[in-house]
């Protein structure tokens, strides 16, 4: 026991060191992009949380406006301030729409006294409005997402060609120096192991990363997908003949 505690581990010892420093061209190349993917994955999952937990609070700020609010003009000061809930976007496109197809209509005297506003057509016209800026503006939620996936799929695939890599470089020593001892062999094994190591570092929180973000990408559309729809319903029931 006394001469097992007395072998540092290698990670500890300058080892890892030792084998980045003897890493072939090749290798260092690869290793550099898993390493670029790590962090840049890192970056986008974190700048994520931080959006994703604005969305939150404004999401509750809007709502709780909206279905307070008797008109919709009241809610349209509150909506330009709130820059991060898709909700608000959505209403600010949506009521424009309205805003446009009223004063048109009484611009050129269509528009009678007692009659609502806006015909079934205009309420259908509204309605794609709606749907357009529905996928807007999760569409803007949604990006670098993609990158997330990319890293998850490209990662153990960049990992395994620098494990190939150090591979043949351990086979190619063996032929060069006629020796198949651990000295010639370990630093191209070495070397393999660490671009599966960096490889799979890269790829598992990026793979969790881009599963936790869908899903809450997901609830946002379906909010949004709610939201206008009530807003529809709303349009409807007070501005629609």
Do not use: H
């Not at 700048?47 to 939150?56: E, G, I, Q, S, Y």
């Not at 020796?179 to 960096?198: D, F, H, M, Q």
């Not at 936790?212 to 007070?238: C, H, M, Q």
């Amino acid at each position: 026991m006394q001469g097992f505690e007395q072998i540092p581990p290698a990670i500890f010892s300058g080892g890892i060191w030792q084998i980045l420093g003897q890493t072939s061209l090749f290798g260092a190349f690869i290793l550099i992009i898993l390493v670029c993917f790590s962090l840049v994955s890192w970056s986008i999952m974190f700048n994520k949380w931080r959006l994703f937990k604005r969305v939150d609070s404004e999401n509750i700020s809007f709502l709780n406006s909206f279905r307070k609010s008797p008109k919709f003009s009241s809610i349209l000061s509150q909506a330009k301030t709130l820059r991060f809930t898709p909700l608000s976007g959505i209403f600010i496109n949506a009521y424009n729409e309205i805003s446009e197809t009223i004063s048109y209509k009484r611009e050129n005297g269509l528009l009678g006294e007692d009659a609502r506003p806006l015909s079934e057509k205009d309420v259908e016209i509204i309605s794609m409005t709606l749907e357009r800026s529905t996928s807007e503006q999760i569409a803007a939620l949604e990006k670098q997402v993609v990158f997330l996936a990319t890293t998850a799929n490209a990662s153990p695939f960049l990992g395994l060609l620098g494990t190939v890599v150090g591979v043949m470089d351990a086979f190619w020593s063996i032929g060069e120096r006629g020796s198949a001892s651990l000295a010639v062999v370990a630093p191209g094994i070495a070397e393999a192991l660490l671009a599966t190591i960096v490889g799979l570092g890269a790829a598992i929180p990026a793979v969790i990363g881009y599963n936790w973000a869908t899903s809450r990408i997901k609830g946002y559309f379906d909010n949004a997908s709610n939201f206008a729809l009530e807003f529809e319903a709303r349009v409807k029931k007070d501005l629609s003949e």
